[in-house]
């Protein structure tokens, strides 16, 4: 059976599920602007980090990478970039407009003061959301969608009812041919030889083998402890998981069971061939979906044993929950809830459909929980220090 | 963890190669556990309580074994298993 979502139809033939006029803060010390004319503004979303000065290298271009990422997600109309001064803001806006999508900037400098910077922002805010709010949502069929999958307070619920489900909900995405992006490589490291294996050729193979040693090397300099022996956590083993390849495994069956078209950088879009993707992020919740907001995903699915209420600003993500207890003191924070799967002998297969079908209802406009109250952050990882 | 969820099966199977099965309540000592309606499958006689979450052996499991769950190798047993024994750090280790 094909489905189709109802979306925004964009100039390059990407489909967003959002009309959203996003306001970009290009440095940290703007940010406050940048939420004021959110604030003001019905319509907007604030995207934000927590640095933007002197940074040099890869920590730069992962930078940039990720903000105009998270600006060229289709689920965005049009772009207000807010920064210090016209060059910083020119930095993230010159990529946003030489892929032709709708951008402005308000540089603080030029403005003269905070009010005006701020009444001047929510001048071209105001007439960008005017304008994104007049486009009509067009059918779509499924492989316009590109879903990012994610995992976190994981538990003994996570491998065996939440994540296999959103697998099978994956799986049906990928047969209609959408694309679907894993992340966060610690948690495959114990699995990576079994999810190399599912690569369409070596070299897709070798690249992830490749990503989790780096990742690891990574962790080495920066003082964490060897993964593979703090891993599963005292909390992990008490709640009965033994063994690594057995954490890994049921964090990886988020992403179905399909064939692995390529692994990407941190917050690289997948070229060419729709299908599963592995997005290099680190684990922590944020930043693995600024990743998936800024490599394209439109869509999050977002599994959680133990609860985990954040979200990415452009990319509405549905929390899923397998865990009937987590979900009996807090059903408010679940979109979806497959915990029939635990309590009710409810198939997988049962469970993925019924995340497919919220996953069809929310790319066609159902707002997610996260999405309705704002709980949303981006963040974009900094190595080292800014000088 | 309250328990005041009810819980209509008592294991899960993640794959049809698995010799152990996840428990979705806590077992008690000496249970027999039906496996399949038709009874083609003894049922499994819990020889250990085995807490909620964690696994429970589904066959005998000589020592130096691979553990199988979702159809991959977890591990390795570090002892001999019984059938409807507990499976957790004590008794095995990675593969």
Do not use: W
Not at chain 1, 25 to 45: E, F, R, Y
Not at chain 2, 76 to 95: F, L, P, W
């Amino acid at each position: 059976m094909t489905h189709e979502y109802i979306g925004f139809l964009r100039n390059d033939g990407s489909v967003g599920i959002r009309n959203y006029v996003a306001v970009i803060s290009a440095m940290d010390s703007l940010n406050p602007i940048a939420a004021k004319i959110v604030d003001l503004v019905q319509g907007t979303v604030l995207v934000s980090d927590l640095f933007g000065r002197k940074l040099a290298g890869v920590n730069h271009a992962v930078r940039v990478r990720s903000l105009a990422g998270m600006a060229l997600n289709p689920n965005v109309g049009a772009v207000l970039v807010v920064s210090l001064h016209m060059p910083s803001a020119l930095t993230v806006a010159d990529p946003i407009s030489a892929a032709g999508k709708e951008v402005e900037i308000v540089a603080f400098q030029e403005c003269g003061s905070t009010l005006k910077a701020i009444e001047q922002g929510v001048r071209i805010a105001v007439k960008m959301v005017k304008k994104c709010s007049a486009q009509r949502r067009e059918p779509a069929p499924m492989s316009k969608l590109t879903l990012g999958v994610e995992c976190g307070g994981s538990d003994f619920s996570s491998g065996i009812s939440g994540n296999p489900a959103v697998g099978n909900a994956a799986d049906r995405l990928l047969d209609e041919g959408g694309t679907v992006i894993l992340s966060e490589t610690p948690e495959i490291i114990g699995a990576e030889h079994m999810l190399a294996r599912r690569a369409v050729n070596k070299a897709v193979g070798d690249q992830l083998l490749q990503t989790v040693r780096d990742m690891e090397a990574l962790a080495k300099v920066t003082g964490f402890d060897d993964i593979r022996a703090s891993n599963p956590s005292a909390d992990n083993k008490k709640g009965g998981l033994t063994t690594l390849a057995e954490k890994s495994l049921g964090a990886i069956l988020k992403a179905g069971s399909k064939a692995l078209q390529g692994v990407l950088d941190f917050a690289e879009k997948p070229k060419g061939t729709h299908g599963f993707y592995f997005m290099t992020t680190p684990a922590p919740a944020c930043e693995s979906l600024t990743g998936l907001a800024a490599g394209g995903a439109q869509l999050i699915v977002f599994n959680t044993g133990l609860g985990n209420p954040i979200a990415n600003p452009v990319t509405p993500t549905i929390k899923v929950t397998g865990n009937p207890f987590t979900y009996a003191k807090s059903a408010d924070d679940f979109d979806v809830s497959v915990t029939d799967i635990i309590s009710r002998g409810m198939s997988l297969e049962a469970g993925g459909e019924k995340i497919y079908e919220e996953m069809l209802n929310v790319a066609s406009g159902k707002k997610t929980f996260s999405e309705i109250l704002g709980i949303t952050q981006s963040t974009i990882r900094v190595i080292g220090p800014s000088i | 963890m309250t328990t005041d969820v009810e819980v209509s099966r008592p294991l899960m199977i993640m794959h049809p190669r698995d010799n152990v099965a996840v428990c979705l309540r806590a077992l008690n000592e000496g249970e027999d556990i039906r496996l399949t309606d038709d009874g083609t499958i003894p049922p499994l006689r819990v020889v250990e309580a085995v807490p909620l979450g964690h696994k429970v052996a589904l066959a005998q499991i000589p020592s130096g074994q691979p553990i199988t769950k979702y159809g991959e190798i977890i591990g390795r047993a570090t002892k001999d298993i019984m059938r409807g024994q507990h499976v957790h750090t004590h008794n095995i280790s990675d593969y």
